[in-house]
C-alpha cells in the first residue's frame, strides 16, 4: 500500500481561533504504534469548547478531532465504520469512571463486567442517568445493564425513550419535568429503594442539583463537567461519593483500565451489548465540521453523533 505524503486536516492555527482547512504531512507511527488511515471522525462537545475557551490544549496549531475509526483495527460486521467512530471517547468516559481500580483513578471503582461478579453483584439495585439520550449517556445506559442494576432510569426528552429503552433503559423521565416531579416520579418507579448510583451524562448546575438530591446517603455520583452542586443541598455526614470522569484512556492511571476495555470491545460491539450511537454523516468531510459544531453547541443534536468522513472533504 503507498502511503500518502501528507493529508487534510481541520486545525485550530492559534488558541480560540478559527478551524482552517489544511494539508499536513502524514505522521509517521513510532514503535508500538499504527499509522490508522482515518474514515470517520465523530464530532464531540469538547471539540468547539477547545475552540470556544481554548481550555485542554497548550500547543498550536492543534488538530481537533478525540474520536476516529479506521483501517487498521479490524471493526466487527454489524458495526460500520461511522458507527463505531461514536464509540471511543464517550463509552470511556463510562468505563474509567465506573471500573477503573488504580488508586489515582477518578473512577467509583465498581467491579467491572469482564471480573468475576461484575454482571451479578448490582441486582436488584437502581440506576439513575441524567440525559440518557446523550452520546455519554447512551453508553452509560448499556453499562448499566451490563453491570446488572435495576432498574435503570434514564432522563431524556419523550422523542428518545424508546431508543433509551432499546439500549437498556426500563423507564424514561421526561428532562423537562420540573425537579419535584422527577424526584417524586423517581421514588415510585423505584418503590423508594435507595439509588445509590447516578451519573450524570449532562452535569450542567440544574442536573447535576437533581443527580445529588436523588442520590441516597452513601452513594455515588458520576459528573462528566465541574462540581457545581448548590451548597444547600449537601447535608453534613451526607457521605455521598462525588467523581468528575475523565474519558480518556491515555493517562498512565487510565491505561489498564483501557486495555481491558478494549480486549472486551470487539465482542461486546459483535454481540449487540455494547450498541454505537444513531450517526448522521455530515456533508462536505472535514469541511463540514464547524457547523456540525455550532449545532453541537447551540444543543440541536438530539439522541444522535455527527460524523465526518475525512475522505469526503471537497
Ligand atoms: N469529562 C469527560 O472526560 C467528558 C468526556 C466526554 C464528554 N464530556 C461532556 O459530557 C457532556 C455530554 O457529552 P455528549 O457527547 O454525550 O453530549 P451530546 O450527545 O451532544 O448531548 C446531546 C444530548 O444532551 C441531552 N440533554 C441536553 N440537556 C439535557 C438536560 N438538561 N437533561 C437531560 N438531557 C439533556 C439531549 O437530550 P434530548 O435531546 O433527549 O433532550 C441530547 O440528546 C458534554 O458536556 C461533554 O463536554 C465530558
Known amino acids: 500500500m503507498s502511503i500518502p505524503k501528507t493529508q487534510k486536516a481541520l486545525l485550530l492555527p492559534e488558541k480560540q481561533g478559527q478551524w482552517s482547512l489544511t494539508e499536513v504531512p502524514v505522521p509517521t507511527p513510532g514503535p508500538k504504534e499504527v499509522l490508522i488511515k482515518v474514515t470517520a471522525t465523530a464530532l464531540n462537545p469538547v471539540d468547539w469548547k477547545i475552540q470556544a475557551y481554548g481550555a485542554f490544549i497548550q500547543n498550536y496549531p492543534w488538530i481537533g478531532g478525540t474520536d476516529a475509526a479506521g483501517v487498521v483495527e479490524e471493526i466487527p460486521d454489524n458495526v ?134 436523588a442520590l441516597a446517603p452513601g452513594g455515588v455520583l458520576l459528573l462528566v463537567l465541574p462540581e457545581s452542586i448548590p451548597a444547600e443541598l449537601k447535608k453534613e455526614g451526607d457521605n455521598k461519593k462525588i467523581v468528575n470522569v475523565f474519558g480518556n484512556v491515555h493517562p498512565p492511571e487510565n491505561r489498564e483500565v483501557g486495555v481491558q476495555l478494549y480486549k472486551h470491545l470487539t465482542e461486546w460491539l459483535q454481540k449487540g451489548i455494547i450498541v454505537p450511537n444513531k450517526v448522521e454523516v455530515l456533508p462536505n468531510g472535514l469541511a463540514g465540521i464547524p457547523e456540525g459544531l455550532e449545532r453541537l453547541k447551540n444543543n440541536k443534536v438530539s439522541g444522535h453523533k455527527l460524523i465526518a468522513r475525512p475522505q469526503e472533504t471537497p
Open 80 to 213: 460500520t465504520e461511522d458507527q463505531a467512530a461514536s464509540v471511543p471517547l464517550a463509552l470511556a468516559t463510562v468505563v474509567t469512571g465506573l471500573y477503573n481500580h488504580h488508586p489515582h483513578s477518578k473512577s467509583v471503582n465498581f467491579t467491572a463486567p469482564w471480573e468475576e461478579g461484575g454482571t451479578t453483584k448490582f441486582a436488584g439495585k437502581p440506576a439513575f442517568i441524567l440525559g440518557g439520550s446523550s452520546s455519554v449517556g447512551q453508553y452509560a445506559i448499556q453499562l448499566a445493564k451490563l453491570s446488572g442494576f435495576s432498574p435503570i432510569i434514564a432522563t431524556a426528552s419523550p422523542h428518545n425513550a424508546q431508543l433509551l429503552l432499546s439500549l437498556g433503559a426500563t423507564h424514561v423521565i421526561d428532562r423537562s419535568l420540573p425537579p419535584a416531579a422527577i424526584k417524586q416520579e423517581l421514588s415510585k418507579l423505584t418503590g423508594g429503594k435507595p439509588i445509590e448510583f447516578v451519573y450524570d451524562a449532562i452535569s450542567l448546575p440544574d442536573t447535576q442539583a437533581i443527580a445529588y438530591d
